[in-house]
C-alpha cells in the first residue's frame, strides 16, 4: 500500500476522540484520512464520530467482508471499514482510532502501520472516567490497572503521547510525529 495506517490507541477516557476531532483538519492538510468506526452501541451513547449499528447488521457486515478490521472488547463490538485500503492504495494515510488489545492482528494486516498509544496520567484518567460516569468504580480500577499492563508491554515499538495536559499540545504532538516518521516521498 502506498499510505500508512496510524494506529492510534488508548484506555477509555484518555482523549482519542478528542484528538481526533482536535486533529481533524490538520490531518486532512496532511493527506491523512481519519476513518469511522463501526461500533455496537446506540448513536446516543456514542460520543465519537462512529457508525452505530446493530449485533445483528455487524455480523451481517463482517460476512459480507466490509471490515477491515474488527474486535470485541467491554461487551461491544467495533470494526474499521475495508474502504481505508482504497485510501491507502490511493496514497492517503489513514487514522483509525484502534483497540489495544487488536494491535496484534492489526499489525499482521498493515505490518507497516504506525502505532501511536496515547497516554494519560492515572489520577487525570480516573477523574475522566469518574467525569464520564459510564463505568462503576470497580470497572474504573480494572481499567487503570489494565492500563498499566499495557504501559510495560515492549513488544512493539510503540510512540506514546501524554494527553494529559492541554489538547493544543498533544494535537501537535501528533501532527510532528506523522511529519517526522513521513516516508521520504510523502514529505
Sequence with gaps: ???RLIYLMGPSGSGKDSLI????????ALGCEVARRIITRSAQ????????VSREEFERRQRAGEFALCWSAHGLDYAIPASIDQWLENGR???VNGS??????????????LPILLTVKDDVLRERLLRRGRESLSEI?????????FMSDDAVY???LDNSGDLATTVIQLLDLLRLSA???QT
Excluded: F, S
Design 21 to 28: 476531532e482536535a486533529a481533524r483538519t490538520p490531518l486532512l
Design 93 to 95: 494515510d489513514v487514522l
Design 45 to 52: 451513547a456514542l460520543g465519537e464520530d462512529a457508525i452505530p
Design 141 to 149: 480500577d480494572a481499567r487503570l490497572k489494565r492500563n498499566e499492563m
Design 183 to 185: 516516508r521520504p516521498d
Design 1 to 3: 500500500m502506498k499510505g
Design 100 to 113: 489495544r488489545g487488536h494491535l496484534a492482528q492489526a499489525l499482521e494486516r498493515y505490518p507497516a502501520l
Design 158 to 160: 510503540i510512540h506514546r
